[in-house]
């Protein structure tokens, strides 16, 4: 499996990689691209690769955390640009009950909430953009985004490449068939985990939404 996925990045420079992980991190927040596909899942990968002496360890370390720091300032400020206009968003309206417990727990954790909201990938793409709605000042921002940037960045990193070196030592003693065949059901089961969770979510937000509905007709009706 790692030999496939390293045949596929033998031809790419390392620049070209940090670039692209550099890219994927940033945008996460910056242009809500977590909704898509969640930043960690980019340094992870890059922690795999520098498992495999594919990249620099510590220059991946270094790319990431600007990366996130700098993508999540970014979606301060178009959250401080637009202030409550944000709220009237198509992505911010979509995911309305998130929207709410989001600004609920920036007001009851004020800058622990950006460390906290760095670990869950719908929270990490709206956080930054909504504390910028309530007008954090923002070196308070920047403080808190630093630090949950640089343990964020370090854990799934070194995640990465932990597994990477751990699928290499138990392919030599167990064979690369086992090898393989462990890593292909850890992938179908994070894959099938990942599909339930959204699915879930996805539930509770039609339903938060239906419920919102029916209060807004009773109190037009009222």
């Known amino acids: 499996m790692l030999e496939n996925f390293n045949a596929l990045v033998d031809g790419l420079p390392p620049a070209l990689i940090y670039l692209v992980i550099a890219a994927l991190v940033f945008a996460e927040a910056a242009l809500f691209f977590g909704f898509v596909l969640p930043g960690e899942t980019a340094i992870v990968v890059g922690g795999i690769l520098a498992s495999q002496h594919k990249l620099s360890l510590p220059v991946l370390l270094v790319v990431a955390v ?3 720091v700098t993508g999540d ?3 301060y400020e178009i959250g401080r640009k637009l202030g409550p206009r944000l709220l009237t968003t198509r992505v911010m309206v979509r995911h309305e009950s998130k929207v709410a417990k989001t600004q609920e727990m920036i007001r009851r954790r004020g800058g622990l909430a950006v460390i906290i909201g760095r670990f869950t990938a719908l929270l990490r793409a709206l956080m930054p953009a909504l504390v910028g709605c309530s007008r954090m000042p923002y070196p308070k921002f920047l403080l808190f985004n630093f630090i949950g940037g640089v343990v964020w960045v370090v854990t799934f990193t070194l995640g990465g490449y932990f597994a990477g070196n751990a699928f290499e030592h ?3 003693l167990a064979g690369q068939g086992l090898a393989v065949g462990v890593a292909v ?3 179908v089961a994070l894959v099938v985990w990942h ?14 939404r239906l419920e919102h509905e029916h209060e ?3 109190a037009v009706q009222g």
Request: glycine share 4%; no cysteine; proline share 0%.
């Open 66 to 68: 600007v990366a996130a």
């Open 195 to 208: 599909f339930r969770k959204k699915k879930r979510e996805d539930a509770e937000e039609t339903a938060a």
């Open 216 to 218: 807004s007709e009773q």
């Open 170 to 172: 138990v392919a030599k």
């Open 73 to 75: 300032s970014v979606g």
């Open 185 to 187: 059901i850890a992938v």
